[in-house]
């Protein structure tokens, strides 16, 4: 997990989003425990309340939740609802961004996607 002091992105958030992140890769099984407030503090030396504001963002989004006798853990279907999410708001957000910044510089659909396939082409894993 890595995080930028220089962002404008606050700290939790950042937090959040790696733990997000580790889900979607794997690193974070559903029904696994998830990193406690104190080990991501250590780990990225910010003030525990930080960590536990980034974790508590994961918690009302319902990716984590606290178990009985346990730390927090990556609830079931936590990885759909993230998957979805980011198709939704932010892949979205990414491609009005493209089309208005491709049209500003008289890119056509047509070059567009040939950009895009080139950049999919040299994905090592691509299962395209």
Not at 18 to 41: H, T
Not at 55 to 71: C, D, F, M, P
Not at 118 to 128: D, E, G, K, W
């Amino acid at each position: 997990m890595k995080i930028s002091f220089d962002s404008l992105i606050p700290v939790y958030v950042q937090i959040a989003e790696a733990i997000e992140d580790d889900i979607i890769s794997g690193k974070l099984a559903e029904g696994s425990a998830a990193y406690s407030q104190l080990i991501i503090a250590r780990e990225l030396s910010v003030n525990p309340a930080t960590a536990a504001k980034g974790i508590n963002v994961l918690v009302t989004k319902g990716i984590l939740e606290k178990q009985r006798g346990s730390s927090m853990v990556v609830t079931t279907g936590a990885l759909e609802r993230l998957l979805k999410e980011r198709r939704d708001k932010g892949f979205h957000e990414l491609i009005v961004n493209l089309v208005s910044e491709a049209a500003k510089i008289n890119l056509s659909e047509t070059e567009v996607i040939a950009e895009i396939k080139q950049h999919y082409a040299r994905i090592p894993s691509n299962n395209t």
